[in-house]
């Protein structure tokens, strides 16, 4: 079965503001301070991977954001890469973010305009794919990217665990957050972010990813209360879709992990054989 995003918008033109990247750069710009668990939730959506695979590596950032996802590949020893995104405001909190690490390129890209280079080692992309338009499209130029040989990564939301999020938040964000001024919506998170922390301190939730969020900060907490409000578009997909999307592109030896018991994480490589399994670029379709 096809992504139902994938069917809508077939045979349209990628639109990279349907991701909502102005969303995301009001996010950057407020919270862009680099905190110390960011490392362990790097980690956690990186499985994968650990500090020595980086070392030596190039790789390309999808969707930097604030740029703290390139920012530890460098310090387990990578050689450097390329972190892009949309926003301007993202793309200066990356820069800001990454300024010890020269060999790391903060470019303005959107992800349907990666040429087919196959120059990196790595393609990763945190917490980005989900909210695309295309979503396949976006895999694919990230598949084009890598070396033959090379490794894709993305985490994406699940659906499993998280089928209240998709049934009962999605119609409103929709609805009502995703039309909102992003300021009022952040103000607004302040609210849900209270009854959560006052729900973690009572103990709600057992899942690995409350006793997860019980360890954060009520800043730090907010922020992801935030994240969850503001974009247009958030998909939650079960294991079979993410599995799906990436044989789809032509990855090889693909695995998955259940990050935090509600999402994915997953890994793929290129085929060995330049081109094989991999269709051209989405500049060429």
């Given amino acids: 079965m096809r992504d139902a995003a994938e069917s809508e918008f ?7 503001a349907a991701g909502s990247p102005e969303r995301f750069g009001y996010e ?6 680099m905190r110390p668990e960011y490392e ?3 980690r956690r959506w990186t499985v994968h991977l650990d500090p020595a695979s980086w070392r030596g590596m190039r790789f390309l950032d999808v969707g930097c954001g604030m ?6 590949p460098m310090k387990y020893g990578a050689a450097g890469g390329t972190a892009i995104d949309v926003d301007e405001r993202s793309l200066a909190a990356a820069r800001r973010t990454l300024a010890g690490f020269p060999s790391v ?4 890209q959107s992800v349907y305009e990666i ?3 196959a120059s990196f080692d790595i393609a990763f992309s945190i ?14 130029a990230m598949a084009g990217a890598v070396k033959p040989g090379g490794h894709v990564l993305i985490w994406v939301y699940g659906l499993e665990n998280n089928r209240w999020i998709a049934r009962f938040l999605t119609p409103l964000r929709r609805l009502l957050f995703s039309r909102l001024p992003i300021a009022l919506v952040h103000h607004l998170s302040l609210y849900p972010t209270v009854l959560l922390w006052l729900g973690l301190r009572l103990g709600i939730g057992r899942s690995e990813y409350f006793r997860l969020l019980r360890r954060l900060s009520f800043r730090h907490l907010r922020s992801i209360v935030f994240d969850q409000m503001l974009p247009r578009i958030a998909h939650y997909w079960p294991r079979a879709e993410v599995e799906r999307l990436m044989h789809e592109v032509g990855l090889l030896d693909v695995r998955l992990a259940w990050v935090n018991e509600m999402s994915w994480s997953a890994i793929g490589r290129r085929p060995a054989q330049a081109g094989a399994g991999i269709a051209a670029g989405p500049a060429a379709r």
């Fill in 105 to 108: 390129a903060v470019r303005a």
């Fill in 10 to 16: 077939a045979g349209g033109r990628p639109d990279p």
């Fill in 67 to 72: 740029g703290r996802n390139s920012y530890w």
């Fill in 28 to 33: 950057w710009q407020t919270y862009a301070e």
């Fill in 40 to 42: 362990e939730q790097f």
């Fill in 127 to 140: 917490g980005v794919i989900h909210h695309l338009e295309w979503p396949e499209r976006a895999l694919r």
């Fill in 115 to 117: 040429e087919p280079s």
